[in-house]
C-alpha cells in the first residue's frame, strides 16, 4: 500500500440514476454511527449507500476471515452536515498540523471535503459511495487501528505502519489495516491514503484512481436521499 497523490480535482463524469439502500445490521456488517452519537447538528441516525455500493460492501464483509466483521462509522450524510464538519474540523487540523498558507487548502481537503455545492463534483460522502468504517471481532469488540476516527495526524495514513520498524502491536495494527485495505479494495472500492477508515466506490475520487468517469453525482438533502431510495 503505497501513498498517493491526494485527489483534490476530479471532474469527469459519467451519472447512473442508482438508488440508495438503508444499512441494517447483518452477521457480516455492524452499525455504529459516529455523528449522531458526537451530536453533529443534522447528522441521520439511519445509514444509507448507493446500490452498488453497499453490495460490493457485502463482498468485502464475505472477504473477511471467519471472527472479523465490518463495523460501518459514516456512509451517506447531506449537504449541510459536511458543511457543519469541513468548519469545525478546517480549525482543529490547522491548529495540529500548522500547515504553510500555500498548503492550507490541500492539507485540511486530505481529511474533510470542502462543502462545494456543485453536485457534478460534490463531497463524496454525498454521493452515497463513500463510507469510513473499521474492523470488530465477532463478539462486536473494537480493534485496535492505531487511531481513532476521525484523527488528523500523520498516523491516520493508511500506509503509516508500512516500511518502518514495528513493536508487535503495531505489527497487528499494520495487519489489520491491510486486511481492511484488502478485502475493501477486493471488492472494488477504493482507500483515500490519508484515512485508513475511508473508502469510495463510484465517486469522483474512485474515479481519480480507476482512472474512469464518477458514477455518483451529489445527494445534498434527505428528500432527495428518500426520492431515490429503493
Not at 451530536?39 to 473477511?64: N, Q, S
Not at 451529489?218 to 431515490?228: I, R, T
Amino acid at each position: 500500500m503505497r501513498r498517493r497523490e491526494l485527489p483534490l480535482e476530479i471532474t469527469e463524469n459519467a451519472f447512473v440514476n442508482e438508488p440508495f439502500v438503508r444499512l441494517r445490521e447483518t452477521d457480516g456488517i455492524a452499525l455504529a454511527l459516529q455523528y449522531p452519537a458526537m451530536g453533529i447538528p443534522f447528522a441521520p441516525t439511519a445509514c444509507y449507500m448507493r446500490k452498488g455500493a453497499y453490495e460490493r460492501l457485502c463482498k468485502a464483509a464475505r472477504l473477511l476471515p471467519e471472527g472479523y466483521r465490518l463495523c460501518v462509522w459514516d456512509a451517506w450524510r447531506p449537504f449541510s452536515v459536511q458543511r457543519y464538519l469541513y468548519e469545525l474540523y478546517a480549525k482543529q487540523i490547522e491548529e495540529k498540523l500548522r500547515p504553510a498558507p500555500a498548503e492550507r487548502a490541500a492539507v485540511i481537503g486530505a481529511f474533510v471535503s470542502p462543502p462545494v455545492e456543485n453536485k457534478a463534483v460534490p463531497p463524496v460522502h454525498t454521493t452515497g459511495g463513500a463510507v469510513d468504517l473499521t474492523l470488530i471481532g465477532k463478539s462486536g469488540e473494537a480493534l485496535d487501528m492505531g487511531t481513532a476516527f476521525d484523527d488528523f495526524s500523520p498516523a491516520a495514513h493508511t500506509a503509516y505502519y508500512e516500511n518502518r520498524r514495528l513493536s508487535q502491536a503495531d505489527i497487528e495494527i499494520r495487519d489489520r489495516r491491510r486486511l481492511l485495505y484488502n478485502a475493501m479494495t477486493a471488492a472494488g472500492f477504493t482507500n483515500l491514503p490519508s484515512e485508513w477508515w475511508h473508502y469510495d466506490f463510484g465517486d469522483r475520487f474512485w474515479g481519480y484512481y480507476k482512472k474512469k468517469p464518477a458514477a455518483y453525482s451529489g445527494v445534498f438533502d434527505p428528500e432527495e436521499l428518500y426520492a431515490n431510495q429503493e
